[in-house]
């Protein structure tokens, strides 16, 4: 079944209603949303552009993304979104590795040498969204491939997550089960970009009415969110942890524009303890935190925000919550078996949600998916009440003197010191511990390595405090907001030891 029946079924039911916003104007209707995306798939295939061919999106948040999802896949073709910042060069492995048919870009002059390119504001893709004869959308059998989801290659080149007909149903009706009472006045506003969650996200809207608002900016700018907050009270919108913390802390978040959030669906990277207690000490029971993976979309995992509050147990917070309607979630060890309670062990998935496959990769499709279950890569445990908790990525994991040290441990302590603003931490080889344990660290002027140190001292075992701090003025994050931990490797094999 087509995900596009999404959109036939609203532009029926609702058809006046604004479905896409930019800023505060209404863009399109349910009816125009409808008209504009089949007109895209009549437009794609007078072009050639086959059933199961790939159509790239490179584009910021514009008001266009969600017609050209809806169209390509009223094409029965195949939505392959890669973030606005990436480079051209990454865009172009995108492109070649995909196979792409058809590239959609607002930004042609850097795409200009690739033959399919079709500028968001160019004759050519007016042409193409033209009124169309009467059109039926291709039909698509369930395991048909709708998106293909780049990793965001913190690691190595990116591989693309096939998302199927079957897994983007899956992840909008679980949404509706699990997360919250959408209706037609609700709004999702995309601060974040459509390329990756909120994009999955913008779905269940679509279904109910609802009205999706791309900001005028095209991406995330608090004071911006803050005034649509004013002018959509019953909002949602998809932030990373950074982005929430950037929203808390911005001066014009008034009472007004918080009573005006039904959720903010935070995840994609680890938010913090103390992070999501200053959150929830000025928004309260609003925020959704997800634990998901490309690969799994939207979310594996979720914490209910009826269950946070001020009182919350530190445990609670620093978890990922409950395992989502429809989704079987397993903590085992190297041979698949599964873990005791709180035991650590890798974290394995099935269900509806999880990918295909990744494209014409089989070698990577065979080490994540075994036996009907994605291997995550993320290393948790369960709860006694099966409450999950992640300590790291596997391979993150630093290994000083045989011991198993979990940098996210280390960075929610260092966290808690007043002077410290954001922090990660890596392992560095060391001659006779294997991997030392040293900390990159945004912190005010005047914070030291001693104070540091002692202040790991006092709370968690020994061996796993830094041996080395590095100071630094802010960290390298990835097109989606995530610290690139590679890129602090990099940065650390470039510099001597510090001195002892
Ligand atoms: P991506 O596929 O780029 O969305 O990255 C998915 C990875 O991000 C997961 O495998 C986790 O390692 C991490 N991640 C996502 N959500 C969370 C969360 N709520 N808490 C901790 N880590 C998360």
């Not at 993304?65 to 390509?72: A, C, D, Q, R, T």
């Not at 606005?84 to 865009?91: G, T």
């Not at 601060?191 to 609802?210: I, K, Q």
């Not at 608002?213 to 909002?235: I, K, N, Q, W």
């Amino acid at each position: 079944m087509n995900i596009f029946q999404l959109l036939a079924q609203s532009a029926r039911t609702f058809a006046e209603r604004p479905a896409v916003c930019l800023g505060e104007k209404t863009f399109c209707t349910y009816a125009g949303l409808h008209d504009r995306s089949a007109a895209l798939a009549a437009g794609l295939r007078a072009r050639g552009v086959p059933p199961g061919g790939r159509v790239v999106i490179y584009m910021g948040n514009r008001a266009e993304y969600i017609e050209m999802l809806f169209g390509i896949w009223a094409a029965g073709c195949v939505a392959v979104p890669v973030n606005a910042k990436l480079h051209p060069s990454e865009v172009d492995y995108v492109l070649a590795n995909s196979g792409a048919e058809l590239l959609f870009t607002d930004q042609p002059a850097a795409m200009a040498s690739y033959a399919g390119t079709v500028g968001v504001e160019s004759p050519d893709y007016a042409a193409l969204i033209a009124a169309p004869a009467p059109f039926t959308p291709a039909v698509a059998a369930p395991e048909d491939p709708a998106w293909i989801f780049y990793t965001s290659g913190t690691t190595g080149r990116p591989k693309g997550a096939v998302l199927t007909h079957r897994n983007l149903w899956a992840m909008t009706l679980s949404f509706l089960a699990d997360i919250c009472p959408v209706t037609e006045a609700s709004a999702a506003l995309h601060p974040a970009p459509l390329s990756h969650a909120a994009g999955l996200f913008a779905l269940p809207f679509v279904r109910r009415g609802a009205v999706n608002v791309v900001p005028a900016s095209g991406g995330f700018d608090p004071g911006e969110l803050v005034a649509l907050l004013h002018r959509f009270p019953r909002a949602s919108f998809f932030t990373a942890p950074t982005m929430l913390n950037r929203l808390v802390a911005c001066p014009a978040l008034d009472d007004r524009a918080m009573s005006g959030i039904d959720l903010v669906f935070c995840g994609g990277a680890p938010i913090y303890v103390e992070d999501l207690r200053h959150a929830l000490k000025l928004l309260g029971p609003r925020i959704w935190i997800g634990y998901g993976q490309g690969e799994a979309p939207c979310t594996i995992s979720y914490l209910p925000p009826h269950l946070l509050g001020p009182d919350t147990p530190e445990a609670l917070l620093g978890s990922v919550g409950i395992a989502r309607s429809g989704v079987a979630v397993r903590v085992v060890d190297e041979t698949g078996t599964d873990c005791p309670p709180d035991v650590l062990g890798e974290v394995i998935v099935a269900g509806d949600v999880v990918m295909a496959g990744y494209w014409q990769n089989s070698e990577a499709t065979a080490s994540a998916l075994r036996d009907g279950w994605l291997w995550t890569g993320d290393i948790g445990s369960f709860d006694a009440q099966r409450v999950l908790t992640l300590k790291d990525r596997s391979k993150d994991v630093i290994i000083s003197g045989g011991s198993n040290i979990y940098p996210r441990e280390v960075e929610e302590v260092l966290l808690r010191h007043p002077g410290v603003t954001e922090t990660n931490v890596i392992g560095r080889p060391h001659p006779d511990w294997g991997e030392e344990v040293i900390a990159f660290v945004v912190a005010d002027p005047g914070v030291t390595a001693e104070a540091l140190d002692r202040f790991c001292l006092d709370r968690i075992a020994r061996f796993k405090r830094p041996k080395d701090y590095r100071f630094v003025p802010s960290l390298p994050k990835s097109s989606y907001g995530k610290i690139l931990k590679t890129e602090l490797r990099r940065m650390l094999a470039e510099t001597e030891p510090t001195p002892q």
